[in-house]
């Protein structure tokens, strides 16, 4: 069984601009959880999609935004780039959205912004 | 204080030994617990979950939940050189499914 992708490894930018990352889940995880991991700052929770919708966001500027497509992969988008927005992105999938259910995570995109 | 907490390290153990890592969590609803080991510049990989009070047992790994204290643990038997890594906790705390992580430990093993 394939585990979470995400694409692309590594991205740099400059100030200003606009950043796609990409995430397919697991076969059969319909919910996808992004994650941001700035050095020295640990693992922020960033968004969560399940089924389509946003079903959560964590506490960061609405310049980060996402989607989920109808075959559960999902898009974190990262608008008008700030240099503090250099971080490691990870994406999780989950079977379901239950409490207990476990999240698996992708390699991750390493974001650069100069 | 910090939903979920653990200590930085880095712990050093030797080649053989059991590797203790503990985390605390503030909040006494959550309801799931678990443990990621995640090597430098690559992603969290899921070491074992935990929902119940008590010990739960895999392979080398031992954790070890307590509600009451709001501790849960994670033991490493015969650590390994290549058990050498940053442990991340993580806490599912509420209906918003989100992880809540601590800072990680970081494991250091000696041959």
């Known amino acids: 069984e394939a585990g979470v992708t995400q694409s692309p490894t590594h991205l740099i930018k400059t100030r200003g601009q606009q950043a796609t990352l990409r995430c397919s889940p697991i076969?059969?995880?319909?919910?996808v959880y992004w994650y941001q991991q700035a050095l020295g700052l640990g693992l922020q929770f960033l968004l969560w999609?399940?089924?389509?919708?946003?079903?959560n966001r964590g506490n960061f500027p609405p310049r980060f935004s996402g989607r989920q497509f109808p075959n559960y992969s999902s898009e974190l988008n990262v608008n008008a780039l700030e240099l503090e927005d250099s971080a490691l992105y990870l994406c999780?999938?989950?079977?379901?959205?239950?409490?207990?259910?476990?999240?698996?995570f992708g390699p991750g995109t390493r974001l650069t912004v100069l | 204080q910090k939903e979920v907490e653990q200590n930085s390290g880095p712990l050093s153990v030797p080649e053989g030994a059991i590797a203790s890592l503990n985390c605390t969590y503030s909040d006494r609803g959550s309801q799931s617990f678990f443990w990621y080991r995640q090597y430098s510049g690559k992603s969290p990989e899921l070491i074992m979950f935990i929902y119940s009070n008590g010990d739960k047992e895999d392979g080398r790994f031992t954790a070890q939940l307590n509600k009451a204290s709001q501790y849960v643990s994670l033991l490493i038997r015969d650590s390994q050189p290549s058990d050498s890594a940053t442990y991340l906790c993580a806490v599912n705390k509420d209906s918003s499914y989100k992880l809540i992580f601590g800072s990680g430990t970081r494991l250091l093993v000696r041959p």
């Open positions: 999609y399940d089924e389509g919708e946003e079903r």
């Open positions: 999780a999938s989950a079977r379901t959205s239950g409490v207990t259910d476990t999240q698996y």
């Open positions: 076969s059969g995880h319909t919910s």
